[in-house]
């Protein structure tokens, strides 16, 4: 496989990809499992396809269309969560099959053949090209460069919202800020899992490294890790064996999560038991 990265430039666009996907999905994760952000995220992947389908429409790039459509339905249900003027998840389960079914009737409106959208819905790493990695590697720098100038504030907006509006931090502009990097780690990986899978991505690598360490910044940097290594551990199954990539990458990362959570508790019940004997 070494051989085939240092050759072959969709192998080196995959490795890449890989790590992108890493960096983003460790920040971006942590923060949405700690805010309680999961459906709406999934609402927002799924409005994302809306966007693809309009850009096969009008002959542009898909991913422009994708970052147009997640990122007002966005800043669209931060709003309403805000003001409270609707139920937040009645929004996004209207703005999730909204997006579903404009996506389809761009594409049904589409001249000529209808295009390959099973990209876009299941992800293949392995069918990355430059042109998107340029465009995911300007993305992962802005997510980067934000959470590391405001982390301080992440922490404290993380732990307390209340208490960092007292404190003094502009909450609503935090909050706002976060649904658009929430749009546009979704367009990052749209093409690795899909938007049909990009959830668990996002979720079980967090949730996974939530279970090794309380500290913020470490379950970042551990979330992180565990998606470059499960990105590049599908990325040499699939390459191999000819599987689905997308869907190896997220059976690795639920699966993981699922032996950790197990592991740790039977090594607590075996503490309990132990120390009930003690004390009988």
């Excluded at 805000?82 to 589409?110: E, H, N, P, Q, Y």
């Excluded at 279970?211 to 910044?217: A, F, I, M, R, V």
Aim: glycine share 8%.
């Amino acid at each position: 496989m070494l051989n085939s990265i240092l050759n072959y430039q969709y192998m080196q666009n995959a490795v890449i990809a890989s790590i992108l996907a890493g960096i983003v999905c460790g920040i971006m994760g942590v923060i949405i499992i700690e805010k309680k952000l999961v459906m709406m995220s999934g609402g927002i992947a799924h409005t994302a396809y809306g966007g693809v389908g309009l850009g096969y429409m009008l002959g542009i790039e898909p991913v422009f269309g994708a970052i147009l459509f997640s990122t007002v339905a966005s800043l669209s249900v931060g709003y309403i969560k805000r003001k409270g003027t609707a139920k937040s998840d009645v929004i996004i389960g209207m703005f999730w099959s909204l997006g579903m079914a404009l996506g389809i009737l761009f594409i049904t409106l589409t001249p000529g053949y209808p295009p390959n959208i099973s990209t876009y819905l299941f992800g293949n790493i392995l069918s990355i090209p430059r042109f998107y990695i340029k465009i995911m590697g300007v993305l992962t720098l802005l997510i980067l460069l934000v959470t590391v100038i405001f982390f301080n504030h992440w922490k404290v907006y993380l732990f307390d919202d209340e208490f960092a509006y007292i404190v003094g931090i502009k909450t609503a502009l935090l909050e706002y800020v976060l649904m658009v990097m929430i749009a546009l780690t979704i367009v990052v990986l749209i093409r690795v899992v899909g938007i049909i899978l990009v959830l668990a991505l996002l979720t079980a690598p967090s949730a996974t490294a939530a279970l090794l360490t309380n500290n913020l910044k470490n379950r970042m940097i551990w979330s992180s890790v565990l998606v470059i290594l499960f990105c590049m551990t599908g990325l040499w199954i699939s390459y191999n064996i000819n599987l689905a990539p997308g869907s190896v990458i997220v059976i690795m990362s639920v699966g993981l999560y699922f032996i950790i959570y197990a592991v740790k508790y039977i090594l607590k019940s075996g503490s309990v038991e132990r120390w009930s004997l003690k004390r009988s």
